[in-house]
């Protein structure tokens, strides 16, 4: 076993043998099983990139939520620290095998961390990046003051579900239980059950699970007669505000929360509601007319489409499609992911698919394409996925990297950069480049689910 895996090995599994990781998850003969010398220099590269965006959030940011790369400091998300970069990157550094990062992040989480502040959050991002990334810490490391800190935030957030439908607002004051901002979107109230169903799980308390499951049951019930879900929706009245469908942000990750949250909990209403979900999605929103297949924008009771645009966000897709088992369809949709990097050199937030330009040119690295690539390699053993994956990594380290960190692109035409480097991209980006890197390495998809954030949650209870 190469020095990496002993590595990983030691780090990882000793305190809790069954986040283990799966070495025969690729069959022995495909691809990924014999391309093992490449595949570690690559992954040495990824690695690299990590150690680089952690130095400079360790130089200039230390304690803060983010790095700003390009002025040299720190950014926190609401006036005061969250450790959003350290509680979101933990799992990484222990899956690369890095373990004096991960003593530092620990070290800093465990004696720095809390949640008893009068700070307004958004429900969503706190409960995929930090509550998420402390269940995948507890699971990982087996410490339990990572549970005790998931087990405090996730109460804090309860008092946003208390609403006439039980679906969240978007905000809460974590001290006050205050909410504000009740129209919120399928992808902020359908994005919880994986954090709070594991959390449920794991401290025996079962309203974790039965408040994400109503909000998303709820939300599923309001459903068009043919099947798809608007834009936005009025928490308290129940009402549609914006009647459009899409896959897009907003709606995305609500359909890959009904598909993972039954793979994990064994929930057969999750099961039902996935299916009754991706039929229309394949009806109505999916487009061949412009050169592959593309998923557009359509008003949500008629189905008809409204407008051909696409982009980074909607990159989750393929990964989703493979893990349900259509590898096929998300094998076409991967070559038009694929497609956006090829034609721009790093794909545009949106981009409008019938005539190839650019709608909103940035590029905040964000994961979804590397991460389809990631699934569509591990579930097919095709290189050609590990070779797509790889060429996005390059991409992003020619144009993003700086002397402190690595930065979002503004334009991904003019190269333009943007002071800021989203947590997600230690957890999310260089996570799945590195598996994708590292094929000995890879997390067995039939027992680890990833949350939205790339946070592996598994079955340990």
């Not at 804090?156 to 009740?182: H, I």
């Not at 039954?262 to 999605?281: A, C, H, Q, T």
């Not at 040119?361 to 290189?383: C, F, K, N, Q």
């Not at 002397?403 to 979002?408: L, N, R, V």
Request: aromatic letters at 10%; proline letters at 4%; a neutral charge.
């Amino acid at each position: 076993m190469n020095r990496i895996l002993r590595t990983i090995r030691t780090a990882v599994l000793a305190p809790l043998a069954v986040m283990a990781v799966h070495v025969g998850a690729v069959a022995q003969g495909t691809p990924a099983a014999r391309d093992t010398g490449r595949a570690e220099v690559s992954a040495e590269r990824v690695r690299d990139a990590f150690r680089h965006a952690w130095g400079g959030y360790k130089r200039y940011a230390w304690g803060h939520d983010e790095l700003r790369p390009l002025t040299r400091g720190a950014k926190d998300w609401y006036g005061q620290s969250l450790l959003m970069t350290p509680v979101d990157g933990y799992d990484t550094m222990l899956l690369m095998g890095l373990t004096t990062e991960a003593a530092e992040a620990k070290e800093l989480i465990v004696t720095q961390l809390g949640f008893d502040r009068d700070v307004e959050v958004q429900v969503f991002e706190v409960t995929i990046r930090l509550l998420g990334g402390l269940l995948s810490a507890y699971q990982m490391d087996g410490d339990p003051r990572f549970l005790r800190l998931a087990d405090d935030l996730g109460k804090r957030l309860l008092p946003a579900f208390r609403t006439e439908t039980g679906m969240p607002c978007r905000f809460v004051n974590l001290r006050s239980g205050a909410v504000r901002d009740c129209v919120s979107n399928p992808a902020e109230i359908g994005t919880l059950m994986l954090e709070f169903g594991t959390l449920a799980r794991l401290t025996g308390n079962p309203v974790y699970y039965d408040t994400a499951k109503r909000a998303v049951t709820e939300l599923f019930r309001r459903r068009s007669a043919i099947g798809l879900v608007g834009g936005d929706i009025d928490v308290r009245t129940g009402r549609w505000t914006t009647t459009v469908s899409h896959t897009s942000g907003g709606i995305d990750s609500y359909y890959e929360y009904l598909l993972k949250s039954w793979r994990l909990f064994g929930d057969e209403d999750m099961r039902r509601m996935w299916r009754e979900s991706i039929g229309p999605v394949n009806r109505y929103l999916a487009d061949e007319g412009h050169g592959g297949l593309w998923y557009g924008y359509a008003e949500m009771e008629t189905g008809v489409l409204t407008k051909t645009h696409s982009g980074a966000l909607d990159a989750f897709l393929p990964a989703v499609l493979a893990l349900d088992g259509d590898t096929a369809r998300a094998a076409r949709l991967m070559t038009s992911v694929n497609r956006m990097w090829t034609t721009f050199g790093i794909e545009p937030e949106e981009m409008d698919y019938a005539t190839m330009t650019i709608v909103y040119p940035g590029y905040p690295l964000r994961p979804e394409a590397i991460e389809s690539a990631y699934y569509l390699y591990v579930l097919t053993g095709d290189e050609r996925y590990r070779r797509m994956g790889g060429a996005m990594f390059d991409a992003v380290e020619r144009a993003a990297r700086t002397d402190a960190g690595y930065a979002s692109l503004a334009n991904v035409t003019t190269r333009e950069r943007r002071d800021e480097m989203p947590s997600f991209y230690l957890a999310e980006t260089l996570k799945y480049a590195y598996l994708l890197a590292a094929p000995r390495s890879t997390l067995d998809l039939n027992a680890v689910v990833f949350n939205t954030e790339a946070h592996p949650l598994r079955k340990t209870w």
